[in-house]
């Protein structure tokens, strides 16, 4: 899965990355039924616990290089203490890799437009008649995003924020691809 790993196991210069999750799961399609779902923006909000959709705003649809915007929802609930955004908010991502049937990948952009260290993507793997879709995400520098959130914590509340984002990360990734599957094989 090559998004997976060359973002998955980039150099971090001896340093631990910020964040680095991965889920995996098994899916009765074939890799082309599974590209196409976890490749179309406007269906994200069928499986994603935050992202609700997307709508791309420039370059090729789809293909690497291409830009688009990601409509995002947080309730109150999560890692509460901390001043994370909540409700509504929009991101804009860039596409780092796209190879039709096998990886999708993309990274957040920062407000000037910028590529920032923070890699987001879907593997997908023929095993007999089915898939394994592994869904994975790498920060090794933290975004704007980030630095504002843990600007005003000592070392321990940012100790407990990386903590506690990691795991909230995690648990989102494990429902995204469960829901995957689900809509796959009920479609």
Same mark, same amino acid.
């Given at each position: 899965?090559?998004?997976?790993?060359?973002?998955?196991?980039?150099?971090?210069?001896?340093?631990?990355?910020?964040?680095?999750? &991965?889920?995996?799961?098994? +899916? %009765?399609?074939? !890799?082309?039924?599974?590209? /196409? $779902?976890?490749?179309?923006?406007?269906?994200? #909000?069928?499986?994603?616990?935050?992202? &609700?959709?997307?709508?791309? +705003? %420039?370059?090729? !649809?789809?293909?690497?290089? /291409? $830009?688009?915007?990601?409509?995002?929802?947080? #309730?109150?609930?999560?890692?509460?203490?901390?001043?994370?955004?909540?409700?509504?908010?929009?991101?804009?991502?860039?596409?780092?890799?796209?190879?039709?049937?096998?990886?999708?990948?993309?990274?957040?952009?920062?407000?000037?437009?910028?590529?920032?260290?923070?890699?987001?993507?879907?593997?997908?793997?023929?095993?007999?008649?089915?898939?394994?879709?592994?869904?994975?995400?790498?920060?090794?520098?933290?975004?704007?995003?980030?630095?504002?959130?843990?600007?005003?914590?000592?070392?321990?509340?940012?100790?407990?924020?990386?903590?506690?984002?990691?795991?909230?990360?995690?648990?989102?990734?494990?429902?995204?691809?469960?829901?995957?599957?689900?809509?796959?094989?009920?479609?």
């Amino acid at each position: 899965m090559p998004c997976q790993d060359s973002f998955m196991n980039q150099s971090t210069g001896g340093r631990k990355p910020l964040f680095q999750a &991965r889920a995996e799961i098994r +899916i %009765s399609a074939r !890799p082309k039924e599974v590209y /196409a $779902v976890i490749s179309d923006l406007r269906r994200s #909000g069928e499986w994603s616990p935050e992202c &609700r959709g997307g709508e791309w +705003i %420039s370059g090729e !649809p789809g293909t690497a290089g /291409a $830009v688009f915007r990601g409509h995002n929802e947080r #309730g109150s609930d999560v890692v509460a203490w901390a001043p994370v955004v909540r409700g509504h908010w929009i991101t804009t991502c860039e596409v780092v890799e796209a190879e039709p049937d096998r990886t999708f990948c993309w990274a957040m952009c920062s407000r000037s437009g910028e590529r920032q260290e923070s890699v987001w993507g879907f593997g997908v793997e023929q095993v007999g008649d089915e898939s394994v879709l592994v869904h994975h995400f790498l920060m090794t520098e933290p975004t704007e995003g980030i630095r504002e959130i843990t600007a005003q914590m000592d070392v321990a509340e940012k100790t407990n924020f990386f903590f506690e984002w990691g795991e909230k990360v995690q648990r989102d990734m494990e429902v995204t691809v469960a829901r995957i599957k689900r809509v796959i094989e009920e479609d």
